[in-house]
């Protein structure tokens, strides 16, 4: 089942010329009331201000009578696959677990303003608890998902994701999200579930555990392209992501002024006993309690990674060593390669801590 705006544009529509008709009439009434006389003229602008607020009233976007009552029938009726967000959403209390496959897209206002889910600072988001069936699949474009907040443990105030899911993100802004018991200040992401995250933005995001803005704590891995992680806070670690276990690809992204205050290490992102594999992306002024200020990469027994070509790092610090300011890489007693550096020097500011042969250099295997 999939919403319709053929009425919403035809209405539209309808009331824009009913609009214009309205202007040309009034118009006339207002010169056969004399010319020259001042009064006609005041009356002339009177009616020209009315008949633009009568066509901007027309112009509004279809979804300015949407709100989070259309939002939850579409939301919580079973046999809707695919919904149309068509204006922000206010939420009154936490969404209800989602049980069944669902896209979301938001309809895009004016200047390209994103649909708005807002928690309030008070209400959860996306709940995907139920182990009903095999996988679920879920996807959701161009939405902002704003003020949201978890009192969970496992956290993931706007996306939280505890049975086998396919999660598709694409276009959409995560700002302002708290996880305040545990960690993923927007999202998380468990048990076995794979996701792509693309053209993403990640703002002021918080955790009270660990990665700032997102948790994967999968096996099944995924991939986040092209898009933005900045001024995400996690009091553990992983400013903005801790991935353990399981595999992450980072392809054209941007980490910037995101910041780890629990001595964990990784200022924007922290590997612990996962996988990070990372391409063409940006590091700028983030900010460890611990080591690693760019990238904290520790493998006690599981994972690895790898940083591939294209990185930059810039302004990166890490409290506890400044050697470390960049990258940190610790491996514990592992003799063949677990982590690997594309090029055939490691970042300026990377400081290794790892058996002889753990760690190599100019050898691109991973990517």
């Known amino acids: 089942m999939e919403d319709s705006m053929a009425g919403r544009q035809k209405a539209?529509?309808?009331?824009?010329?009913?609009?214009?008709?309205?202007?040309?009439?009034?118009?006339?009434?207002?010169?056969?009331r004399g010319r020259g006389d001042r009064s006609?003229?005041?009356?002339?602008q009177c009616v020209e201000l009315v008949a633009m607020a009568i066509l901007a009233l027309s112009?509004?976007?279809?979804?300015?009578?949407?709100?989070?009552?259309?939002?939850?029938?579409?939301?919580?009726?079973?046999?809707?696959?695919?919904?149309?967000?068509?204006?922000?959403?206010?939420?009154?209390?936490?969404?209800?677990?989602?049980?069944?496959?669902?896209?979301?897209?938001?309809?895009?206002?004016?200047?390209?303003?994103?649909?708005?889910?807002d928690g309030q600072s008070r209400y959860?988001?996306?709940?995907?608890t139920d182990p009903a069936r095999g996988e679920w699949r879920v996807t959701l474009t161009n939405l902002e998902f704003r003020n949201l907040r978890s009192n969970d443990?496992?956290?993931?105030?706007?996306?939280?994701?505890?049975?086998?899911?396919?999660?598709?993100?694409?276009?959409?802004?995560?700002?302002?999200?708290?996880a305040v018991i545990g960690g993923g200040g927007a999202i998380t992401v468990d048990e076995e579930s794979s996701y792509r995250i693309t053209n993403c933005l990640f703002d002021g995001n918080q955790a009270q555990g660990r990665g700032g803005a997102f948790?994967?704590?999968?096996?099944?891995g995924g991939v986040i392209n092209r898009t933005t992680f900045k001024n995400n806070y996690a009091n553990e670690r992983g400013g903005a992501i801790s991935?353990?276990?399981?595999?992450?690809?980072?392809?054209?992204?941007?980490?910037?002024?995101?910041?780890?205050?629990?001595?964990?290490?990784?200022?924007?992102?922290d590997c612990f006993d996962g996988t990070c594999i990372v391409y063409n992306t940006l590091f700028s002024r983030n900010v460890a309690k611990g080591k690693g200020g760019g990238l904290n990469a520790i493998e006690s027994d599981v994972g690895?990674?790898?940083?591939?070509?294209?990185?930059?790092?810039?302004?990166?610090k890490a409290a506890a060593d400044a050697r470390s300011n960049n990258v940190y890489v610790q491996v514990a007693d592992d003799t063949e390669p677990v982590f690997k550096f594309c090029d055939r020097t490691a970042p300026a500011d990377t400081l290794i801590n790892a058996p002889p042969g753990s760690v190599v250099l100019n050898d691109c295997g991973y990517c």
């Open 12 to 32: 539209r529509a309808a009331a824009s010329a009913k609009a214009s008709g309205m202007h040309k009439r009034l118009r006339v009434v207002g010169r056969r």
């Open 40 to 44: 006609s003229n005041d009356l002339e």
């Open 59 to 117: 112009l509004f976007p279809a979804g300015s009578a949407y709100g989070e009552r259309e939002f939850l029938a579409a939301y919580k009726d079973p046999t809707v696959s695919r919904h149309e967000v068509m204006g922000d959403v206010i939420l009154l209390a936490s969404l209800p677990v989602l049980s069944r496959d669902l896209t979301l897209v938001g309809v895009k206002g004016r200047q390209g303003k994103l649909p708005v889910i």
């Open 124 to 128: 959860t988001g996306i709940n995907l």
């Open 153 to 178: 443990l496992s956290g993931g105030a706007a996306v939280y994701v505890q049975v086998r899911t396919r999660l598709q993100i694409d276009g959409c802004v995560f700002r302002g999200n708290k």
């Open 215 to 220: 948790v994967p704590y999968t096996d099944a």
């Open 243 to 269: 991935v353990n276990p399981g595999e992450l690809r980072i392809d054209r992204c941007t980490f910037q002024g995101n910041k780890e205050n629990g001595g964990g290490g990784g200022g924007a992102v």
């Open 304 to 316: 690895g990674g790898s940083l591939c070509r294209g990185n930059t790092f810039s302004g990166n």
